[in-house]
C-alpha cells in the first residue's frame, strides 16, 4: 500500500513523499479486525513517514522540534474527529515536536488479499518484538511461564535500517530450535518512506503497537511492550536532556495517550509493560529463563547507533558503540554475567575523548552520577515530564535510584582510576 503525502515548507516550497507500507504480512487480518484498528495503522505509517521526510536541523523551530499541520484521509474519518486534541498530544509528546493534525474524509482504503490460514488461530498473547534485549527477554518470560499459550511476535522495519530486520530472524531462528509451535509472527512489517532525511525516528514506536493492536484485537488478548522501565522512563541525565535527547518510544505518558485513543475507538485491548518499574538489570535477573537467555542475549541488539563503525574507536567491527545510553544500560544490566557484547569504545576511551560528541552521553551519565538527587528533586523532574498524573509516582522515584545504583556498579566495575577520580569516588 503506497500513501500519497504533499509536504510543504514554511518558504511555500512542496515536496511529494509517500509511506510504502508493506501490508501483505497483515493483510490476513483485514475484515477479521475492526476497522479502526488498520485506520490507527494508516495513521502511525503517515505519522512515521512525515517524522522521517523532515530534516529537524533544517526545518526545527528551536534547533530540535519541528511543526507540523497536517490532513488525514480516513475512512472513519468522524470517529477520529473527538480524537484530534488527544492523538496530537500523543504525537508531540513522543516526537519532540508540535503536531496539528486533522483527520478528512476519504474513499475507503483497500487492502490485499491474504489466503485463510490456522497459523494464527490460538493467539494469548501479543509482544512487541523489536529484536533488542528487553523484547527477547519479553518473549522468554512468556513462553516459560505459559508453556500452553501461544506468543504473537509483532515487529516492523525501515529497510534504510536493516539491522533490526537481521536480528529478529536471528533470535526467530533460535526460539525454534527452543519453543518451536510456542509462538507465530509473520515477516516484519515495511515501512518505507520514500524521502528519508530524520534519522531520529521517535515515532517508530506508534508502527509497532498499531500492528500489535491489529492482532491482539483479532485474537482478544493483551499486548505486552517489553521494555525496562530506566529506558522507558529514561529520565533525563542534565536539564538540557529533556526533550532532544530524552526518546518516549515507550514512555507511561505516551501509553496513557494511546491507551486513551483506543478506549475512545471502542476497543477493549489491555496494553501494558510489566517491566516498567524494573531496571535492565533486573530484568535479567528475574528472567524466567535466564540460563537460555544468557545464552544466546549476544544476538540480541540493544544499540542506538549501530551503525556508526567510523567512531567506534576500540573495535571497528563491533556490535554496539558503547558510547549510547542503551549501550550502557545494557552492559550496566550483565555485571556479574558473561557478556558476549562487542562494544565499539571502552569508558576510557570515551573519557579521553571528552568534549567530542562521541562522549556526550558517557559524560552526561557521569555527571549524573555525580550529583546528590533528592527523592524531592527527582519527583520534581518527573513531573516535568508529565508523570504527575500517576498516584505511583514514588515507585517511579525509586525506580531511578536503581538506575543510579546498577549505573554506578558498572563504573565501579569497570574500576578506572581516572574515571573514580572523576566521579570523586577516589
Not at 59 to 86: A, Y
Not at 260 to 267: F, N, R, S, V
Not at 377 to 395: C, V, W
Request: hydrophobic share 35%; charged share 25%; with cysteine.
Amino acid at each position: 500500500m503506497t500513501i500519497p503525502i504533499s509536504i510543504e515548507d514554511a518558504k511555500g516550497n512542496v515536496f511529494n513523499t509517500s509511506a510504502v507500507v508493506q501490508m501483505t504480512p497483515i493483510a490476513y487480518f483485514w475484515g477479521k479486525s475492526p476497522s479502526v484498528a488498520f485506520s490507527l495503522l494508516y495513521i502511525s505509517a503517515i505519522a512515521y513517514t512525515i517524522d522521517r521526510s523532515v530534516d529537524r536541523h533544517i526545518h526545527s523551530v528551536d534547533g530540535w522540534s519541528r511543526e507540523f499541520d497536517v490532513d488525514i484521509n480516513l475512512p472513519e474519518f468522524e470517529q477520529f474527529h473527538p480524537l484530534e486534541k488527544t492523538v496530537n498530544k500523543m504525537l508531540s509528546f513522543l516526537t519532540g515536536d508540535y503536531w496539528n493534525c486533522h483527520f478528512v474524509g476519504t474513499e475507503q482504503v483497500h487492502y490485499c488479499r491474504y489466503n485463510n490460514t490456522n497459523y494464527f488461530d490460538g493467539i494469548t498473547q501479543v509482544n512487541l518484538f523489536s529484536g533488542g534485549m528487553d523484547s527477547l527477554i519479553g518473549a522468554i518470560d512468556y513462553m516459560t511461564d505459559h508453556p500452553e499459550g501461544k506468543l504473537f511476535l509483532a515487529s516492523h522495519y525501515d529497510n534504510s535500517m536493516p539491522g533490526p530486520l537481521s536480528d529478529q530472524r536471528e533470535l526467530k531462528g533460535l526460539f525454534e530450535k527452543m519453543y518451536r509451535g510456542r509462538y507465530c509472527s509473520i515477516d516484519a512489517v515495511l515501512i518505507k518512506p520514500s524521502y528519508s532525511e530524520e534519522l531520529s525516528c521517535r515515532s517508530r514506536s506508534l508502527m509497532f503497537l498499531s500492528i500489535a493492536l491489529v492482532v491482539a484485537s483479532y485474537a482478544n488478548c493483551k499486548i505486552v511492550v517489553p521494555e525496562n522501565g530506566s529506558v522507558s522512563l529514561n529520565y533525563p541525565l542534565s536539564p538540557s536532556r529533556r526533550a532532544s535527547c530524552s526518546t518516549r518510544t515507550t514512555h507511561p505518558v505516551f501509553l496513557f495517550y494511546y491507551r486513551e485513543i483506543i478506549k475512545a475507538l471502542g476497543l477493549t485491548t489491555e496494553i501494558c509493560n510489566p517491566y516498567e518499574k524494573k531496571t535492565k538489570g533486573e530484568m535479567v535477573q528475574e528472567c524466567s529463563g535466564k540460563d537460555y537467555l544468557l545464552s544466546i542475549v549476544e544476538f540480541s541488539n540493544s544499540c542506538g547507533k549501530r551503525n556508526m563503525h567510523q567512531v567506534m574507536y576500540d573495535n571497528h567491527n563491533a556490535s554496539h558503540c558503547g558510547h549510547c545510553m542503551p549501550c550502557m544500560y545494557r552492559k550496566a544490566s550483565l555485571i556479574g554475567e558473561l557478556d558476549k557484547t562487542s562494544y565499539g569504545n571502552r569508558f576510557i576511551t570515551l573519557f579521553d575523548k571528552r568534549g567530542k560528541k562521541v562522549a556526550e552521553d558517557f559524560f552526561a551519565m557521569l555527571n549524573f552520577l555525580k550529583k546528590d538527587l533528592s527523592r524531592e528533586q527527582i519527583k520534581r523532574e518527573l513531573r516535568i515530564a508529565g508523570m504527575g498524573r500517576f498516584e505511583d509516582l514514588d515507585e517511579y522515584v525509586d525506580l531511578v535510584l536503581r538506575t543510579r545504583t546498577e549505573l554506578a556498579s558498572m563504573i565501579r566495575e569497570d574500576n578506572n582510576s581516572r574515571i573514580l577520580k572523576y566521579l570523586g569516588w577516589r
